[in-house]
């Protein structure tokens, strides 16, 4: 059983970074393709970015794109999204979420992708 857990969040200024961690207590994620999505208050939740198995293959968000980077160290079985140069407008929970799917080919920037969810971590900005 997938049992995902996110850490990093906080509160930075608009302009700041954070670094937030995804890693799962029960098994190994390195054979799955991990996504990150977000969802701020009285919005729907949104894909944020998303890597396959080995990292090689990414996925982006036009609104993070060249400002969070995505990437993994199976050897610690954790994914992480380096987020740079804030914006109050990325204030939200972040999610990570794990497929079946190890992401061969293509991976999945939608809800329905993705198999198992973590509790979310709450990120906010401030101007």
């Known amino acids: 059983q997938v049992a995902l857990v996110e850490s990093g969040g906080g509160l930075v200024q608009a302009g700041g970074s954070l670094r937030l961690s995804c890693t799962d207590s029960?098994?190994?994620?390195?054979?799955?393709?991990v996504g990150w999505f977000r969802q701020a208050p009285g919005k729907e939740r949104e894909f944020v970015a998303a890597?396959?198995?080995?990292?090689?293959?990414?996925s982006y968000a036009d609104s993070v794109k060249g400002r969070f980077v995505a990437s993994r160290d199976n050897a610690k079985n954790t994914v992480y999204l380096q987020m740079n140069s804030l914006k109050v407008e990325d204030t939200a929970v972040y999610y990570c979420?794990?497929?079946?799917?190890?992401?061969?080919?293509?991976?999945?920037?939608?809800?329905?992708?993705?198999?198992?969810w973590g509790q979310g971590t709450q990120v906010t900005v401030s101007s």
């Open positions: 979420a794990a497929s079946r799917n190890p992401g061969w080919i293509t991976i999945g920037n939608t809800a329905d992708d993705y198999d198992y």
């Open positions: 029960g098994r190994t994620i390195g054979t799955n393709a």
């Open positions: 890597l396959n198995w080995s990292g090689a293959l990414t």
